[in-house]
T-cell receptor, first 113, second 114 residues
């Protein structure tokens, strides 16, 4: 039981490049989330998916898109990376809307130059 | 809307001393409250949560927190810290049955010295 896994662990992009961050969970959770963590700002929600087939914007969705590929996988795409997107990205999952314990992946450290 | 304020960005403390990490929240409705811990270069893991019932909540690794509705606080305490408690601690709130989003505070860095 791996929990929540994320790939890649590290990535360096040039401004304007695109990439997709992958996330998968093996806990049969319904809800999945993408956060970014910046120094002094805590974690901010980018997008979330309450169940397979649905996605909703969080606090900071601009510049990102998401896909809930199936119940296990939730990917985050940067279409045209900008230096302001340099951050650590965390994926999380929870059983359902009423199970508020979220389980986090190890994170992806992204640098945009 | 809900918000969370962690009053201290850094808390230095010596090993075996007690510690309190402060968290205040703002909400016009009842909330659920959480403390998460993030060890260096890792994701977050749940320390403890308050959903309802007893206002004193015990979590993992000897931590506990007390929910105080009148002061809208949820401070985290440990009577004797270890070097291994060095980490970043995040307080978070959510609104029951309204949304499954967590709102995080900005974090408190606990540094335990020998």
């Amino acid at each position: 039981n791996a929990g929540v896994t994320q790939t890649p662990k590290f990535q360096v992009l040039k401004t304007g490049q695109s990439m997709t961050l992958q996330c998968a969970q093996d806990m049969n959770h319904n809800s999945m989330y993408w956060y970014r963590q910046d120094p002094g700002m805590g974690l901010r929600l980018i997008y979330y998916s309450a169940s397979e087939g649905t996605t909703d914007k969080g606090e900071v969705p601009n510049g990102y898109n998401v896909s809930r590929l199936n119940k296990r996988e939730f990917s985050l795409r940067l279409e045209s990376a900008a230096p302001s997107q340099t951050s650590v990205y965390f994926c999380a999952s929870s059983l359902n809307r009423r199970e508020y314990e979220q389980y986090f992946g190890p994170g992806t450290r992204l640098t945009v130059t | 809307a809900q918000s969370v304020t962690q009053l201290d960005s850094q808390v230095p403390v010596f090993e075996e001393a007690p510690v309190e990490l402060r968290c205040n929240y703002s909400s016009s409705v009842s909330v659920y409250l959480f403390w998460y811990v993030q060890y260096p270069n890792q994701g977050l893991q749940l320390l403890l949560k308050y959903l309802s019932g007893s206002t004193l909540v015990k979590g993992i690794n000897g931590f506990e927190a007390e929910f105080n509705k009148s002061q809208t606080s949820f401070h985290l305490r440990k009577p004797s810290v270890h070097i291994s408690d060095t980490a970043e601690y995040f307080c978070a709130v959510s609104v029951p049955y309204n949304t499954d989003k967590l709102i995080f505070g900005t974090g408190t860095r606990l540094q335990v010295f020998p």
